[in-house]
């Protein structure tokens, strides 16, 4: 698996004051490793109680309106790199889709090798809003959120429909989480 998408800079006396099941399990995963290395700063992240903002890096790659072939028939859906690859589907109704088996098929489609690519349903609600399903290739799976699919369905959303910033992207855990971005 690939790890975790956003993980903040942890010095070293931390990462070595962690328990024995941590040090093993966030070893293994490479979350420690990610900890150890990554660029983002707690003065980058700003947390107010519950309300946490942090800033990501520069999207990259957008290509908008592709289409690839699944299961003998056209997939529309657009791509994105905000900070690993995001493919994002425009759905008229997340309910009728097949997080699991979609999400895997284009994430393993031979468009993205050889990395693959995360894959993310989008359904539009009223207003500045969207609703996203996310299926994770670092987890094989559907996650209940992920910061850096939410930024890509919040950015193919302005792109394809106009939405401005911030856009309130409902998550499948239910937290509703608000995209801020500049053009």
């Not at 093993?24 to 700063?41: D, K, N, P």
């Not at 790659?61 to 690839?68: A, D, F, S, T, V």
């Amino acid at each position: 698996g690939e790890g975790p998408h956003l993980v903040v800079h942890q010095p070293d006396d931390v990462l070595e004051s962690m328990s024995e099941w941590c040090t093993q399990h966030h070893g293994q995963s490479g979350l420690a490793a990610a900890v150890r290395a990554s660029s983002v700063r707690l003065a980058d992240a700003e947390v107010k109680g519950a309300v946490i903002k942090a800033r990501m890096i520069d999207p990259r790659e957008m290509k908008l309106n592709l289409n690839i072939l699944l299961d003998n028939r056209s997939m529309a859906m657009s791509f994105i790199n905000t900070g690993v690859p995001h493919a994002v589907c425009v759905v008229p109704s997340l309910k009728d889709v097949d997080v699991e088996k979609t999400g895997r098929a284009i994430r393993t489609h031979e468009y993205f090798h050889p990395r693959g690519t995360n894959s993310n349903f989008i359904q539009f609600h009223l207003g500045n809003a969207i609703e996203i399903r996310t299926y994770d290739r670092g987890v094989e799976g559907e996650t209940l959120s992920c910061g850096t699919g939410s930024t890509a369905g919040a950015l193919v959303a302005a792109a394809e429909r106009g939405l401005r910033s911030p856009v309130s992207v409902k998550t499948k855990s239910g937290e509703t989480l608000k995209i801020y971005f500049s053009k």
